[in-house]
């Protein structure tokens, strides 16, 4: 019996295993794309080995804020110093790397590495990097959405597969009884048909059909934990499109280039936005562009004036309107003789700008605009309101400022808000969504749910009309019904276990020894198949053996670290978190391992106490 179980157990598992690879490779497949890697660029003479005061002066001239790949080969080339014991040397230059790309979080992680120790100094240094690291990442839109993305994935594949092992589990324990019940009864063998028929619509329906004839079966406890499930699937399915952008928004060029724009981040490549079917935050990102290369073509600041008033048109933002009066000073610099009607329509847009929002750029730009006037009472003034506001932008707009149209005024960019807002929008062409709701129901969302509920409707009402039916002694595991035992059992005990146990009177000395022999191979029985289960599949012996609360939370946790580890293998993610997601992945095997130890350890434990 101990064998069949542990085969029949190890074919799940492989089953599962097979599955959830199959997943992985299918969502890389979806994602695949070639990682971006630095590409040539006529306006750099000399690309990746140019010096780094000269990338600091192209990236001022462009109105850059992040040299992504530049910074990236200085990580590397910090990385391999620090292994090679040069740590004052790879300082150099991970400091030079998070000077080129602010938001590249991995240099200050490594400088938070190198910098740490016991003493106070040490930590206090680490920490500061840390935080420098968070407020990165935070800004930095690919690596938030990424490790989102995985994360989110990992969860939601992890509830679904939990559920359907969790319910398999609950479902084998009451088999024997059931098949006990179809002995006396061929007719209840046709309660399983439903399920065949709902398989068809989802693996979800199925399972959940199936626990149709098991239902009188189930304790109260049970009963609560499968309406919980019946009611996460739902959310799931629900869900599902949610985390279905995560898979399909690395294809979406048009994303891709917005990012670029508004991250100021160079990576080789040409932006192209098409104009056709722009959204909001397409068409600011696209006149934003224009209006950085608009020192190579007049015209293209005309074409972002225009863009910018379209947007007006629709909806009133203050960063449009900053960037608009931007527009106006680039033309008043270009032309000398209008450059005075130019400026003063510029601070018209900077001030209604500021009706809307107290922006820092708007307060700097106005203070420009008046100390090129010579006006620096008022140019302080507004100077002093920028600096309240948000000092650390003034501090980077005074590092980089000259007199071109990029350095003189500074523009707004779309906050990681929109960008994640342009990322969920909806696209035809997000081919995974279609994989991922497709893994869950084979049917729309709005059936699935409804289907869900009536599922669980007629559960209820079978649970209250069908008879008790059989049931398995807990000390003996033999399975007994009324035409077995004419007796209403006690506490799921059979009659000979009850005597044996409480009526001892009723048994002689050789028949209760014999008995009680038997109790303690049948608990030495359970108490080996609940390793053997835990060994194959955490979780899935504690709800076999009645402890559902407990099994769910390990099967939760072994399957989330599980997919966990296997996505950061398999979807690809930007160049520059190569070495983060080495990280990623060492930790989610990890918490795999760890979470497989403790369940086993809180098996084994527990079993030499007689837990069973």
Avoid at 70 to 86: D, F, M, P, Q, W
């Amino acid at each position: 019996m101990v064998k069949r179980v542990f085969l029949q157990n190890t074919l799940k598992f492989a089953i599962i295993f097979f599955i959830s690879f199959s997943i992985c490779v299918h969502i890389r497949t979806a994602l695949a794309e070639d990682i971006e890697k630095p590409a040539a660029d006529n306006s750099l003479k000399s690309d990746l080995y140019l010096t780094v005061s000269e990338l600091m002066e192209y990236r001022a001239e462009e109105g850059l804020k992040n040299l992504e790949p530049h910074a990236i080969v200085l990580t590397n080339k910090g990385l391999k110093a620090y292994n090679e014991k040069r740590e004052k040397e790879a300082v150099s230059f991970f400091e030079t790397a998070s000077e080129l790309s602010p938001d590249l979080p991995s240099p200050y992680l490594y400088l938070a590495k190198i910098n740490f120790s016991l003493s106070l100094k040490g930590i206090y240094t680490s920490a500061v990097y840390l935080l420098d690291a968070w407020r990165a990442f935070c800004n930095n839109f690919r690596w938030s959405f990424q490790t989102a993305g995985v994360l989110s994935l990992s969860l939601l594949l992890a509830l679904y597969v939990s559920i359907i092992f969790f319910l398999l589990a609950l479902i084998s324990s009451k088999a024997g009884i059931y098949i006990h019940d179809i002995g006396e009864d061929r007719r209840k063998i046709l309660l399983l048909l439903p399920s065949i028929v709902l398989v068809f619509l989802g693996p979800i329906f199925g399972i959940a059909g199936l626990i149709l004839p098991f239902w009188i079966y189930m304790k109260t406890r049970e009963k609560v934990f499968i309406y919980c499930t019946f009611l996460v699937s739902a959310c799931i399915i629900l869900i599902s499109p949610m985390i279905s952008p995560f898979l399909g928004a690395n294809n979406d060029k048009t994303l891709r280039d917005v990012i670029k724009i508004n991250e100021g981040i160079y990576t080789g490549e040409i932006p192209d936005i098409t104009r056709e079917g722009r959204s909001y935050e397409a068409s600011f990102a696209y006149a934003l562009h224009l209006k950085k290369k608009g020192q190579y073509n007049i015209t293209n600041y005309e074409e972002a004036i225009k863009i910018y008033k379209d947007i007006l048109n629709q909806k009133q933002d203050a960063k449009v309107y900053n960037n608009l009066a931007n527009c106006f000073v680039a033309l008043g610099s270009h032309d000398k003789d209008t450059g005075a009607a130019y400026y003063n329509e510029a601070v018209t847009y900077y001030n209604e700008a500021l009706k809307l929002e107290k922006l820092a750029s708007a307060y700097y730009n106005l203070s420009q605009i008046y100390r090129e006037v010579f006006d620096f009472g008022d140019a302080d003034k507004y100077y002093q309101d920028a600096v309240k506001i948000d000092p650390q932008k003034v501090a980077f707009y005074n590092s980089v400022k000259g007199m071109s149209a990029n350095r003189f005024v500074m523009d707004e960019h779309l906050g990681n808000k929109d960008l994640w807002s342009l990322a969920f929008k909806w696209h035809s062409y997000y081919k995974p969504a279609v994989f991922l709701d497709s893994i869950f129901s084979f049917i729309n969302r709005e059936f699935s749910i409804i289907l869900l509920l009536l599922i669980a409707a007629v559960i209820n009402v079978y649970g209250r009309y069908a008879s008790r039916g059989a049931y398995k002694c807990r000390r003996c595991g033999e399975v007994y019904c009324s035409k077995c035992e004419k007796r209403i059992s006690h506490d799921e005990v059979c009659l000979m276990c009850f005597r044996t146990l409480v009526r001892i009177s009723e048994l002689g000395t050789k028949e209760r020894i014999e008995r009680i022999l038997d109790i303690q191979q049948y608990r030495h029985k359970n108490n080996q198949r609940l390793k053997i289960l835990t060994s194959v599949f955490p979780g899935s012996g504690h709800v076999y053996y009645g402890w559902p609360g407990t099994g769910f939370l390990i099967l939760l946790s072994f399957t989330f670290f599980l997919f966990s580890t296997l996505l950061w293998f398999y979807i690809p993610a930007p160049a520059s978190m190569n070495q983060i997601t080495r990280c990623f992945r060492w930790i989610s095997a990890s918490g795999l391992i760890l979470s497989y130890i403790a369940a086993l350890a809180n098996v084994f434990r527990r079993t030499t106490r007689k837990w069973l």
